[in-house]
């Protein structure tokens, strides 16, 4: 018996789709062949096989039916599957003597004089879980190249590590700081709060938040709704983050710039952050001299646990967070 008449005999008891049936096949496909070329999502190793409901009737008649899976049409729906992706994903879950520890890759193009640097880095952190133990921040440069389009320029760049220390007497998070445990057991509503208490910029507001509340998943589907109601925001089909990673993302152009957040094009879990002057004359006044940040942009490659900090740089600077 080869497989086709498996097929059938499976669906030999299902009743064959009518009109009301077919209907909603028949308006994707007709959508989807309308779709401008190349607007698929790529990447896909295998379309959906779609034989729900009277459509499994189809396949008695030897029609097996493909449909790749529909790319987001909006910025809104690129953030209705993030939130749902987000929901999927479980929180970090460390001891009290333990730190959530993140690392994030960071791109940035510097230009000046009419010329350009593209410099990579890395950011890591680690928050402790809980109580009043230090935090710490670690930055290096990791290379430098040609910005694209752009003679290249040689800027003077710190070499080795750069560590920041912040210590505070808090036995609780400080005031108004979205750290681990401060965003334990936060509410949608108090969530909603905190965005309007910063002010009318909630898309910077927004975009922060999701970027500290990497270690707590739970937190972002709500941020996610948040921004999915900012006026202006919109699509960009195609973006690779700073570490090289495809994506979609959702943008929103402000005063001359524009912010965005990356998201996996076939998950949908946030990948990081870019800003990009759109008009950098504008903001250097003419003036060919100064140094600009032209693109600035961040990549979440890792969140974990970690048991301790590790050995400081020499020339660790130290601060002090008031509670």
Do not use: H
């Amino acid at each position: 018996m080869d497989e086709m008449t498996q097929v059938r005999q499976l669906w030999a008891d299902k009743p064959e789709p009518d009109r009301q049936d077919l209907a909603p096949l028949r308006a994707s496909l007709l959508r989807d062949t309308r779709r401008p070329r190349g607007s698929f999502s790529r990447g896909r190793a295998m379309p959906r096989l779609l034989l729900a409901g009277g459509l499994a009737a189809a396949v008695t008649a030897g029609l097996v039916v493909f449909l790749p899976g529909a790319a987001p049409a909006s910025a809104q729906e690129v953030l209705q599957r993030a939130a749902e992706a987000a929901e999927e994903q479980p929180d970090l879950k460390p001891t009290s003597g333990q730190y959530v520890y993140t690392r994030f890759q960071n791109q940035r193009i510097e230009v000046q004089n009419g010329k350009g640097e593209l410099a990579n880095g890395v950011e890591e952190r680690w928050e402790p879980a809980a109580g009043p133990k230090p935090w710490l921040m670690r930055e290096r440069e990791t290379g430098q190249v040609d910005a694209p389009g752009l003679p290249r320029a040689r800027f003077p760049r710190s070499s080795g590590v750069t560590d920041s220390v912040f210590e505070t007497d808090c036995e609780t998070p400080p005031s108004g700081e979205l750290t681990y445990a401060g965003i334990a057991g936060v509410t949608p509503a108090e969530l909603r709060e905190r965005v309007a208490a910063e002010g009318p910029d909630v898309w910077s507001t927004i975009s922060g938040l999701i970027r500290t509340a990497a270690v707590r998943p739970s937190v972002t589907p709500e941020l996610y709704k948040i921004a999915a109601e900012i006026p202006g925001i919109r699509l960009i089909p195609e973006r690779v983050d700073a570490a090289g990673r495809p994506g979609i993302a959702v943008a929103l152009d402000k005063d001359g710039a524009r912010s965005e957040m990356i998201f996996d094009r076939e998950t949908f879990r946030y990948l990081g952050e870019r800003y990009e002057e759109l008009e950098p004359a504008k903001r250097t006044n003419g003036n060919p001299n100064m140094r600009l940040t032209t693109v600035n942009s961040t990549a979440l490659v890792a969140v974990d646990v970690a048991n301790g900090l590790p050995p400081l740089a020499p020339d660790a600077a130290t601060s002090k967070i008031p509670c």
